[in-house]
């Protein structure tokens, strides 16, 4: 990274299952360039629609043994009876480009990264209702109605942990809640720590101009 560059970070976003975490990053992803999702490895079956190295890295358990064994996952925890785990080298090798990598974890892997990746950025998504968040488990038609229950109950003890978190949204309004995530990620790169300020303050000195438009990092194209 030069000096003129700004430096990448980590953003993590937790919800409880059904919550949306994915429809919002769905919708925040295409607006930021220099955005990039961290996909996951678990070890869980594929769901009907999903795809090997987009949605995640579906591992044997086998497999996915030897890659905690040789330290290959920046976070790793169980959840529903499978494990999941984020893989090191990729939030190493994007940061240090100055991109900013989002993950969407449970409150176990995010408490293991804010412990292993001092400066991640830590994002929960909360439901309107626990009602609403049973709505949307059953509609999504994946579980039957004892993983549903199963679903809402850890749902109660990741509520838990939103005290350990540095944002929290309400996704009660798809569209609000993916501009508030925008919103943060686009706050968290202004940071004196990750931007390029020095060289924008060089420009001043010189009698350049510093445009808005460009001194962003990671702003959007169009």
């Known amino acids: 990274m030069g000096p003129g560059e700004s430096r990448g970070f980590l953003v993590v976003l937790s919800a409880?299952?059904?919550a949306g975490k994915n429809t919002v990053l769905a919708r925040v992803l295409p607006r930021?360039?220099?955005l990039t999702y961290s996909v996951s490895c678990t070890t869980r079956p594929a769901r009907p629609g999903e795809r090997d190295g987009v949605d995640y890295y579906f591992l044997s358990d086998e497999e996915f043994d030897r890659r905690v064994s040789t330290g290959d996952f920046l976070e790793w925890a169980w959840f529903c009876g499978h494990r999941y785990g984020t893989p090191r080298a990729f939030v190493e090798e994007r940061t240090a480009r100055g991109e900013t990598v989002?993950?969407?974890i449970d409150v176990q892997g995010s408490a293991q990264v804010k412990r292993n990746w001092p400066g991640a950025v830590l994002v929960f998504l909360l439901p309107p209702s626990l009602?609403?968040?049973r709505r949307r488990l059953t509609r999504r038609g994946s579980d039957g109605?004892?993983?549903v229950e199963g679903r809402l109950r850890a749902a109660r003890e990741e509520l838990r942990a939103v005290a350990e978190y540095d944002y929290v949204i309400?996704?009660?309004e798809l569209d609000r809640a993916a501009r508030l995530l925008e919103a943060i990620i686009r706050a968290e790169r202004l940071k004196t720590a990750r931007s390029p300020?020095?060289?924008w303050l060089e420009a001043l000195r010189k009698g350049d101009r510093i445009d808005a438009g460009t001194a962003e990092p990671g702003r959007d194209q169009g």
Do not use: F, R, V
Request: proline share 10%; aromatic share 4%.
């Open 145 to 147: 109605a004892a993983a």
């Open 197 to 199: 300020w020095p060289t």
């Open 131 to 133: 009602e609403e968040l």
């Open 170 to 172: 309400i996704n009660d």
């Open 16 to 18: 409880p299952s059904g």
């Open 102 to 104: 989002i993950m969407d």
């Open 32 to 34: 930021l360039e220099h």
